[in-house]
């Protein structure tokens, strides 16, 4: 399974991104999709989940200013970033849990994508 994210960048504080992360490969579906961070010198942390059903949980540092959503048809996962200010700063990582056709469930990691927010 592979994950590739996008949207990523340079923004002022205050200002909005909008990450997707979309899955490939030989899968059933898509259960859990997740996005973390990791900012320099912090251990990495989770940020928002989405269940299959569109069930949401976010981290509190981001409650009421990230949105995360999917796109079941398209294997796609978004993160909506609003009022970004300089401590989102990090490099952001997508996760997914694919149910395979032998049973088993995998997770999968994308390769990361930067997230500055500075003047």
């Known amino acids: 399974v592979q994950l590739v994210e996008s949207g990523g960048g340079l923004v002022q504080p205050g200002g909005s991104l909008r990450l997707s992360c979309a899955a490939s490969?030989?899968?059933?579906?898509?259960?859990?999709m997740r996005w973390y961070r990791q900012a320099p010198g912090k251990q990495r942390e989770l940020v928002a989940v989405?269940?299959?059903?569109?069930?949401?949980n976010y981290a509190t540092s981001v409650k009421g200013r990230f949105t995360i959503s999917r796109d079941n048809a398209k294997n796609t996962v978004y993160l909506q970033m609003n009022s970004l200010n300089p401590e989102d700063t990090a490099v952001y990582y997508c996760?997914?849990?694919?149910?395979?056709?032998?049973?088993?469930?995998?997770?999968?990691w994308g390769q990361g994508i930067q997230v500055t927010v500075s003047s």
């Open positions: 989405i269940t299959s059903g569109g069930s949401t």
């Open positions: 996760n997914a849990d694919a149910a395979l056709y032998d049973y088993s469930t995998l997770a999968s």
């Open positions: 490969g030989n899968f059933v579906s898509i259960t859990a």
